[in-house]
């Protein structure tokens, strides 16, 4: 196949009329009766995970439902694994919002981490204050959402008044529970990860000159010894009510394999978790109430972002909590599956519906890196395969449970074999002439193919006038009786 064999933008938009025909009346068909509910993307095995398996609870068709991405850091422009991240919690939440009525409420919330100690550092590098490096990153992660058609309701910056506000209430009330207390933290701290490890997490990695310095076991970025008085959240006591949780609901954290991970985590010993630090140190950041010489722990600040979306701390956070879907790499996971349930445990408040995790994406082998000059800008991808064509390619080829490698020749023979030749081709032969020559096509009916999502009526209720669902659901019915 040859490059110029790629789709063009135009020849896409051809496409797009006979993609939406086919999903709807396959959502159709899946819809109809109770066993059913499941997305057809389930029935291909662990290799994919979709909304329509949010469990008992979500299964009203009104229900509620609340999807969010990690809020990305503002220390580097957005790379394909960000891009990969959004592009998941938007195909679930577009799912959840076909498949459901129009008085289904959703909401998807991404954004942008502006505090802490790497923000801080980045800036001076770079010669600008922080909130000039915060306000020029962000608006990138903005830009490309937007070109790609991330269809996000809400962005939303750390940095913002709003959030500060949700942050210190969700402090005092884990203050007036008792569970921080002022002591001196003693340990490994890894500026790059914004966390503390135990020593069975360090290692030691030979130098360039054949010394050798103290590195994290699972992300290889260098520690450093810090002893200092901060508060501290009384983290070992929710070792057994983790355990708990994620014992009583097997798919909250999806696919499986991570859910046995953070499980056999919590086998180990549990300590308690610094959630300060001096603001001498680090001023970046959200300052501790009532106490000015500590700054909040950014992963604190950061993970309180996704009740702040909601209206946290007004009551109306709680018709959306916790009917909710957080989409998170792997790098993340102990941060969203222990220390964020813990907090919410800790302030009263339900863990999160379900943590769906995905792997990374690697450049020819390698893990991608400013300094390899390796970093995939997600622009250029998008300007060279069309916007559709590169959600196509990432929604295809991503793999929740192992990494996934990306290099240009695999999305050429992708784009080139599924959309140009299969799909392409498809619709060249039903708009050819020589089946209709007169090039004239029924309307499609209203009931049937709404305008909007969500509106779909029930076929009694067809009109009969134009192109019905109900004329396709036997050869679905058909072709998903066929052995694969």
């Not at 306000?135 to 996000?152: P, W």
């Not at 994290?216 to 200092?228: A, C, F, I, R, Y």
Request: glycine content about 8%; aromatic content about 10%; hydrophobic content about 35%.
């Amino acid at each position: 196949m040859r490059v110029s064999h790629v789709l063009s933008e135009h020849r896409l938009l051809r496409l797009r009329p006979v993609c939406t025909m086919l999903r709807t009346s396959v959502l159709r068909l899946v819809g109809r009766t109770g066993a059913g509910r499941l997305s057809v993307l389930e029935d291909f095995g662990p290799r994919y995970y979709s909304s329509g398996s949010l469990g008992a609870r979500d299964d009203a068709r009104d229900a509620r439902a609340y999807f969010t991405t990690p809020i990305f850091y503002v220390n580097a422009a957005p790379h394909i694994g960000h891009l990969y991240s959004a592009l998941l919690a938007d195909a679930l939440c577009r799912h959840r919002r076909l498949r459901g009525p129009s008085t289904a409420a959703t909401r998807f919330s991404t954004g942008t981490d502006e505090h802490g100690l790497k923000i801080q550092q980045a800036a001076a590098t770079a010669g600008l204050t922080p909130t000039e490096l915060c306000d020029r990153v962000s608006e990138h992660f903005q830009q490309l959402f937007q070109e790609a058609g991330i269809s996000c309701t809400d962005f939303i910056r750390t940095t913002e008044a709003r959030h500060r506000v949700a942050v210190q209430h969700f402090w005092e009330v884990l203050k007036s529970r008792g569970l921080l207390y002022k002591g001196v933290y003693e340990g490994w701290y890894c500026a790059s990860d914004e966390c503390f490890l135990p020593e069975a997490k360090v290692t030691r990695q030979p130098g360039p000159l054949g010394d050798s310095f103290p590195v994290s076991l699972e992300s290889g970025h260098p520690v450093s010894w810090t002893k200092e008085e901060n508060y501290i959240f009384r983290l070992s006591q929710f070792r057994e009510p983790l355990q708990r949780w994620l014992r009583s609901n097997p798919q909250a954290i999806t696919p499986e394999p991570f859910h046995h991970v953070v499980l056999q985590w919590l086998d180990e010993e549990l300590p308690d978790l610094s959630v300060s630090r001096r603001s001498s140190h680090l001023h970046w950041g959200i300052p501790v109430p009532g106490d000015d010489s500590q700054t909040i722990y950014v992963w604190l600040d950061a993970l309180v972002n996704y009740l702040t979306v909601i209206g946290y701390p007004n009551a109306e956070f709680k018709s959306w909590w916790p009917a909710t879907s957080h989409i998170i790499g792997k790098d993340i996971l102990k941060f969203h599956a222990i220390y964020w349930p813990a907090f919410l445990l800790g302030a009263g408040m339900s863990p999160p519906q379900r943590i769906y995790v995905h792997s990374h994406w690697t450049v020819c082998g390698q893990k991608m890196s400013k300094s390899l000059g390796n970093v995939v800008d997600p622009r250029t991808c998008l300007n060279r395969y069309t916007v559709d064509g590169f959600r196509y390619f990432l929604l295809r080829q991503g793999v929740p449970n192992w990494d996934c490698d990306y290099y240009d020749e695999k999305v050429v023979k992708l784009l080139n074999s599924e959309l140009a030749d299969a799909l392409g081709g498809l619709l060249n032969r039903c708009t050819a002439k020589r089946i209709n020559p007169s090039e004239t096509y029924p309307a499609f009916c209203t009931t049937c193919f709404p305008s909007e999502p969500g509106l779909v009526g029930p076929v009694s209720s067809c009109s009969g006038r134009g192109l019905c669902s109900g004329e396709f659901s036997g050869h679905f019915a058909k072709a998903g009786s066929r052995p694969l």
